[in-house]
């Protein structure tokens, strides 16, 4: 039962990835289910859904080059330096820590998701800095993404769209590049300081793959916003059960 609540949300996750961001709302909670310790579940998370986020780069290819506007291997370096910066500081942090931050990094991460497209459109109408503040940005960014990760990809258009960039498929790819990267480089830290419960990470990697796969024609069925307000709701109610278990 609890291999097939893993299949399930790994698959789902993947789809949402694919359509509209915010899978880890559903596999890092049915990991936690499953018994795996939240630090160890978030790192698992992490390796489950890192291949989607790469592919869809490689989806985006023709668009990423047509990006002249920041200089893409020193935006890419600062995410991976800071993913991993970012891993490192999950891995050091008490378990004990870590449980009682989660419903906290969760509340974060949904309310960040459902409100995200109107901070980042209001930050575009109000604000346009530099290269040098927007790397900074993207550091810390890449730090809270290789911690914990929810929502980041939110993070990264919002950063991206104040740096002045408006073609919205290659700024899909360029989230996608990024977040891959640093998702995998955290992977790597999470593997060397052995926080990967590798059975169930597997076993939701292939899921995952295969929602990301069946993504595509998911998207030409169900409206994006629909997917949204569905991931939203799930965010809410895993916030309200960690709240919950902490009390």
């Known amino acids: 039962m609890l291999t097939l609540l893993l299949i399930v949300s790994a698959f789902f996750a993947g789809v949402l990835n694919a359509v509209a961001g915010g899978g880890s709302f559903l596999t890092f909670p ?26 869809s780069a490689y989806g985006y290819r023709r668009e990423l080059g047509r990006i002249t506007e920041i200089d893409l291997p020193v935006f890419l370096g600062v995410s991976l330096v ?5 891993a490192l500081l999950l891995l050091w942090t008490p378990e ?42 993207q550091f810390l960014i890449a730090i809270y993404g290789g911690y914990f990760g929810g929502g980041i990809g939110i993070l990264i258009l919002a950063t991206l769209g104040v740096f002045g960039l408006t073609d919205l498929h290659a700024m899909n790819g360029l989230k996608a590049l990024v977040s891959g990267c640093l998702n995998a480089v955290a ?6 300081g052995g926080a990967v419960y590798w059975t169930e990470g597997l076993i939701m990697l292939v899921a995952a ?15 994006p916003p629909i997917l949204r307000k569905f991931v939203i709701l799930v965010g809410v109610v895993m916030t309200v059960y960690f709240f919950i278990e902490k009390a």
């Open 30 to 55: 049915a990991l936690v289910l499953a018994g795996v310790p939240p630090l160890n579940a978030n790192a698992t998370s992490t390796v489950a859904v890192s291949p989607g986020a790469l592919a």
């Open 82 to 86: 800071g993913g991993l910066l970012g």
């Open 96 to 137: 004990r820590l870590f449980e009682a931050i989660v419903p906290w990094l969760l509340l974060f991460a949904t309310v960040l998701f459902a409100f995200g497209p109107k901070i980042s459109t209001w930050v575009r109408q109000n604000f346009h800095v530099g290269h040098g503040a927007v790397l900074v940005a």
């Open 187 to 192: 992977v790597v830290a999470f593997v060397v």
């Open 209 to 223: 793959m295969a929602g990301g796969y069946a993504g595509a024609s998911v998207a030409r069925r169900i409206p």
